[in-house]
């Protein structure tokens, strides 16, 4: 298999099949693919590859039963011919072999799995056909069902989804609401909670153009974008990081906020600057340009409105940005492959002796010009916390599921509790048992559950 030789495979199976052996090919091929799985997810040093080489691997069993492990079925009762199908044990030996070997990993696969996507959905089809686009997606989804991790990846999805929708890098909306629909409908309702960010989007942009309908006609200059979400639809907490924004922008948001407070009496709102972008009309000796930044960006050059040059300490007196922001912020502006603004001294770092100065000399071949930002090194602790709110939320989830069992049945021994919690969350995520100990200790700690006085291994509800 390894080699791609299927001709000698249908052979193998085809002699493997006369003298009734096809449970120890079936094995071997079970053990290979487990085999090969393993050595795939536990590559810490190549996680980014990791659905690529999976993707392969599975491509690869797919094509090698369904043209060398073929048996004789009988299409209807009046034929005797039958036809070619796959062997179904080889079916359902892949199944079991991908989903024992993403258990040698825990939570990676899934994580790395909702990761593949997001690059897909930002990428788009590029000069795939609709058909081909989506015939990727299935294929990645074709690994989704084989991880016992399932509510892994719909966290990461969903985050990585609110992401794309709100910095607009989804490269298609259309493929976005197909997917979400396609992965509420056919693996996991939940999934249904990513349709409130496409509502909160929709109602938004009403709400806007009614906003700017409003505005006096002799209105120009900048214009404001708002997207209004409910906290509960979006997997993610404000951050709380303070920055003064210009007079004219905060302005603008109080008269918002204003003409919102009138329309939605009692809802408040709460800015989420961290999230703002911006479009800046820029002058430069070369000619004009649109520059396409973050909102942090644009407070950091709009202040060379006023000053040809701005020293580090200047800069962050006036914005009072968070320092790690700010340096961030200077080194994507100065420090990159677009510099509108230069440095002294040059360098690829920002230290507090830095003196900025707007790039009148700034050439780029482009009219709109798309600066971006420099993302904070927090990639592995981003997950690591993402993955640490998981485990909280499993814990909550097998806490609930086994009130409502024991509120169900009053009384069950151990063993029947256990598999009955196990049952009751598998569609979501396989516990093992020392968690589920853990969660009824818990439960009987807080007294929702006591043991039986005459037998340690019995528990009874309390209502």
């Known amino acids: 298999m390894a080699t791609g030789d299927l001709t000698t495979l249908a052979s193998m199976y085809t002699l493997f099949s006369r003298v009734g052996g096809i449970a120890v090919l079936c094995a071997a091929f079970r053990q290979h693919i487990r085999t090969s799985v393993e050595e795939i997810v536990k590559d810490v040093n190549n996680d980014d590859d990791m659905v690529q080489k999976l993707l392969d691997l599975n491509s690869a069993a797919d094509t090698t039963i369904s043209t060398a492990f073929l ?144 505005l006096p006609s002799t209105s120009f200059g900048q214009r404001l974008s708002v997207m209004v979400l409910q906290r509960s639809a979006w997997p993610f907490t404000v951050t709380k990081k303070t920055v003064d924004l210009p007079i004219s922008m905060q302005k603008e948001l109080v008269n918002y906020a204003n003409d919102y407070k009138l329309r939605h009496s009692g809802h408040a709102l709460s800015w989420d600057h961290a999230l703002g972008t911006a479009t800046l009309k820029a002058r430069f000796d070369p000619g004009y340009k649109d520059l396409s930044v973050s909102l942090y960006q644009a407070v950091v050059l709009l202040l060379f409105n006023d000053a040809v040059e701005i020293p580090f300490a200047d800069i962050m007196a006036q914005t009072r940005m968070d320092d790690d922001e700010l340096r961030r912020t200077l080194q994507s502006l100065a420090c990159g492959k677009k510099k509108v603004l230069t440095k002294i001294p040059p360098g690829k770092d920002v230290n507090d002796g830095d003196v900025f100065k707007f790039n009148a000399d700034f050439k780029d071949e482009r009219l709109r010009v798309h600066i971006n930002s420099i993302q904070a090194k927090v990639t592995p602790e981003e997950s690591k916390r993402t993955n640490e709110s998981i485990e909280g939320d499993r814990k909550h989830y097998l806490d609930a599921a086994i009130v409502r069992i024991m509120k169900a049945k009053k009384e069950m021994t151990h063993e029947q509790l256990m598999i009955a919690t196990i049952d009751a969350v598998n569609s979501h995520f396989v516990p093992n048992v020392d968690t589920i100990k853990k969660r009824v200790e818990s439960l009987v700690e807080s007294e929702y559950l006591t043991r039986s006085d005459e037998d340690m291994e019995r528990f009874f509800y309390v209502a």
């Open 71 to 214: 048996t004789n079925k009988i299409n209807a009762p009046e034929t005797s011919a039958g036809t070619k199908t796959p062997d179904s044990e080889f079916v359902y030996s892949l199944k079991d072999a991908f989903a024992s070997g993403f258990r040698a990993r825990r939570n990676k696969p899934a994580e790395m799995i909702a990761k593949f996507l997001d690059k897909a959905m930002r990428k788009g089809q590029g000069s795939s056909t609709d058909a081909e686009f989506q015939a990727l997606l299935n294929s990645v989804l074709a690994l989704y069902r084989y991880t016992d991790d399932k509510d892994v990846f719909r966290t990461f999805y969903h985050r990585s989804l609110a992401k794309r929708l709100l910095l607009e890098k989804s490269a298609s909306i259309d493929f976005e609401a197909s997917m979400l629909k396609k992965l509420k409908e056919e693996y996991d309702p939940e999934f249904g909670m990513g349709e409130d960010m496409f509502k909160d989007l929709s109602l938004s942009k009403e709400a806007m153009t009614e906003y700017h309908a409003k």
